[in-house]
C-alpha cells in the first residue's frame, strides 16, 4: 500500500521533470562562437595520439569513485569506533 502510493508520488515527479526538461530548448554546441582554433585542434588532434584523452578520463572518473569509496568506508568505521566507546 505504501510502496505504491510513493511509486506513484515518485512516479509523477519523475514525469514532471521529464516534460520540464522536455519544454527546455535544445542548445547544439556547433552553434556556439566558442570554437577552438585550428592550430590548436590540430595539436589536440596529434596530443590525443601519444596521451589518449578519453582512456585517461575513464582512469580519472574509476580512480575518483574508488577514493570516495574509501573516504566513506574510512569515515563509517571511524563513526562505529565513536559508538562504541
Do not use: C, Y
Not at 38 to 57: K, Q, S, Y
Request: proline share 6%; no cysteine; aromatic share 8%.
Amino acid at each position: 500500500m505504501i510502496s505504491g502510493i510513493l511509486d506513484f508520488i515518485f512516479g509523477g515527479a519523475l514525469h514532471l521533470v521529464l516534460l520540464l526538461i522536455g519544454l527546455l530548448p535544445t542548445v547544439s554546441l556547433q552553434d556556439l562562437p566558442l570554437q577552438m582554433p585550428e592550430p590548436v585542434r590540430d595539436a589536440m588532434a596529434g596530443l590525443n595520439w601519444f596521451v589518449p584523452i578519453g582512456d585517461m578520463i575513464s582512469i580519472l572518473t574509476w580512480w575518483i569513485g574508488l577514493l570516495l569509496a574509501v573516504n566513506a568506508v574510512l569515515l563509517v568505521s571511524r563513526i562505529l569506533d565513536i559508538v562504541r566507546k
